[in-house]
């Protein structure tokens, strides 16, 4: 039998995340631009959802096992929030951008009303 190496795998990992995520930049940029504006919400909160309930789980079972989180029991909730929280931060960042024109217009339509009555 082969033994697959570690950086092997990551590597692998990390190719068939991009195609991924470039997927989910143009599914956010769509879902952005449609008038209810919670569904350009929806991936960013996907993102950190379940990552935050993994990280819970996993504090909740190093306390209960009067381990305690000390040193490299650490590392795994930080390569999660740091894995799952930045692509979260960039497909909010793209529905703030995409949906600010939008906002804006609203405003002066607003204030054009007022203006006429």
Same mark, same amino acid.
């Given at each position: ?11 692998? *990992?990390?190719?068939? +995340?991009?195609?991924? *995520? ?9 879902? +952005? ?6 569904? @350009?919400?929806?991936? %960013?909160?996907i993102y $950190? ?8 789980? *996993?504090?909740?079972? +190093?306390?209960?096992?009067? &381990? @305690?989180? $000390? @040193?490299?029991?650490?590392?795994? %909730?930080?390569?999660?929030?740091? $894995?799952?929280? $930045?692509? &979260?931060?960039?497909? *909010? ?6 949906? &600010? %024109? ?8 607003k204030m ?6």
């Amino acid at each position: 039998m082969y033994a697959v190496s570690v950086n092997l795998i990551a590597i692998i *990992f990390i190719i068939a +995340s991009i195609p991924l *995520f470039a997927g989910a930049i143009f599914l956010q940029i769509y879902l +952005s631009k449609k008038e209810n504006r919670w569904l @350009g919400l929806i991936l %960013p909160i996907i993102y $950190v959802v379940p990552p935050a309930g993994l990280i819970l789980l *996993f504090v909740l079972r +190093s306390l209960s096992a009067r &381990a @305690g989180i $000390v @040193g490299s029991a650490l590392i795994l %909730p930080f390569c999660l929030i740091i $894995v799952f929280t $930045v692509p &979260a931060i960039v497909l *909010f960042i793209i529905y703030k951008t995409i949906r &600010a %024109p939008r906002k804006n217009k609203k405003e002066i339509d607003k204030m054009n009303i007022q203006d006429l009555s």
